[in-house]
């Protein structure tokens, strides 16, 4: 019988995504005292959002991030913003697909555990959604040490502490930093 031996903190990760709108909506609208018809106008589509893609080890170490784009083919002020390291994914609604999750791991993920010097196997406890689970990526994690534990869809709370510790910390300070920005521009915000 064969056992698997995960030796340091290095060799668990955990894994989650989660998606920033680019227009996020507070459900307030501040106005001086005594004005009775305030709104608020937003020019950008509320729903749209990029996906980000984190995996971070239990040692602390913070893999290259996946953002995933709207686009099939995305703009060259995108592409050129996007810090080289990170995997820049594509998809025609912005959400995390098979194939994004693929060469995520396969382009992104494993060749930073291996210029990391991060030994084999290594386990990552991933949102066991549809769109992390194909043979494909099964088989190349097999090939290359890499064990894939998908958790619960969609689980929070104690079962994914990316989401809980840090995604959850991130989206309310962008949310906040998005609304400072409209508040001072007044304008349209662009990504």
């Not at 227009?23 to 005292?33: D, F, H, I, N």
């Not at 290259?64 to 996007?82: L, N």
Request: charged fraction near 20%; include cysteine.
């Amino acid at each position: 019988m064969e056992y698997l031996v995960i030796e340091g903190a290095e060799d668990i990760l955990n894994g989650d995504e989660t998606s920033f709108t680019l227009c996020p909506k507070t459900g307030k609208v501040v106005a001086p005292r005594g004005y009775k018809n305030i709104y608020q106008v937003v020019k950008v589509k509320e729903k749209e959002a990029l996906m980000i893609l984190i995996v971070i080890s239990a040692n602390g170490a913070v893999a290259h991030p996946c953002v995933v784009f709207p686009y099939v083919r995305p703009p060259k002020d995108v592409r050129e913003s996007i810090d080289s390291y990170w995997c820049l994914g594509l998809s025609e609604t912005g959400w995390m697909r098979s194939e994004v999750f693929y060469e995520y791991i396969a382009n992104s993920l494993n060749p930073w555990l291996e210029a990391s010097a991060i030994k084999k196997p290594i386990i990552v406890f991933i949102d066991g959604h549809k769109s992390h689970l194909t043979m494909s990526l099964s088989e190349f994690c097999s090939r290359n040490g890499i064990i894939l534990y998908p958790l619960p869809p969609n689980a929070t709370h104690i079962m994914q502490p990316c989401d809980v510790s840090i995604l959850k910390l991130l989206k309310s300070q962008w949310q906040a930093t998005v609304n400072n920005v409209k508040c001072v521009r007044k304008t349209q915000i662009r990504f």
